[in-house]
């Protein structure tokens, strides 16, 4: 009897004693269901960091304010999270959000849901406060939901969020693990399979050292 019968009859037939192999089976496959929106939402969102062009290009953003503003002197090495939390606060906002310093010297501060965003730019230089709203666009919604992670943020659906993604991080270790025990039990496969694996990690390499 081969491997691939084997492994069938096992699957098949009534009453037979649940091995290893018939548990790693169904790991792989209810782990494959159960992860198939968060496969979705990475693979496609993936697209649209890959490709940009392709898509429409973003309508300008709603202008909601623009006034004088002025904080002290932000030094280069400050820690941007608090000044964040007080533009964010004085702007009359609440939320999640990431805040960088632009190339410019201004203070980028991002208000995000999964289905809005808020930008506000503070210029040091000028002295203003600028907040802004980006129309929806379905591209944005899915790279907000591969990009949205970490437990700094407070309040128990960000806390569930943080969580869920850790979980899937490692359903999908474990689903690979599973995946390789089902192709090495195949003897007739080793090959193939050995091939694609070195495949894999040779061209995983040779970009890691050139790019």
């Known amino acids: 009897m081969s491997d691939d019968t084997a492994v069938n009859s096992e699957a ?6 649940r091995t290893f192999d018939w548990l790693n089976r169904r790991t792989h496959l209810y782990l494959a269901l159960a992860l198939l929106p968060w496969f979705l939402v990475y693979g496609v969102s993936s697209i649209f960091f890959s490709h940009p062009t392709w898509f429409e ?18 030094p280069a090495d400050a820690d941007l999270k608090p000044i964040g939390q007080k533009i964010q606060k004085d702007a009359g906002l609440e939320g999640h959000f990431n ?18 965003s808020t930008q506000v730019t503070y210029d040091p230089k000028n002295h203003t406060l600028k907040a802004e709203n980006s129309v929806f666009r379905f591209g944005s919604l899915l790279t907000r ?6 437990f700094e943020n407070p309040g128990l659906l960000h806390q569930a969020w943080s969580i869920i993604v850790d979980v899937v991080q ?10 390789f025990i089902m192709w090495w039990k195949l003897r007739r496969h080793r090959t193939w399979g050995l091939l694609a694996t070195a495949a894999g990690i040779v061209s995983f390499a040779i970009f890691m050292a050139n790019l």
Not at 145 to 150: D, M, N, S, V, Y
Not at 170 to 177: D, E, F, K, M, P
């Open 12 to 17: 098949t037939t009534p009453g037979r004693k």
């Open 145 to 150: 939901l591969h990009t949205r992670g970490g």
């Open 99 to 116: 805040v960088f310093r632009g190339p410019n010297g201004s203070i980028n501060l991002w208000t995000t849901t999964f289905m809005t």
């Open 170 to 179: 490692l359903a999908i270790i474990l689903w690979v693990i599973s995946g």
């Open 57 to 74: 290009k973003a309508p300008p953003n709603t202008v909601l304010f623009e006034r004088a503003y002025e904080l002290d002197p932000i």
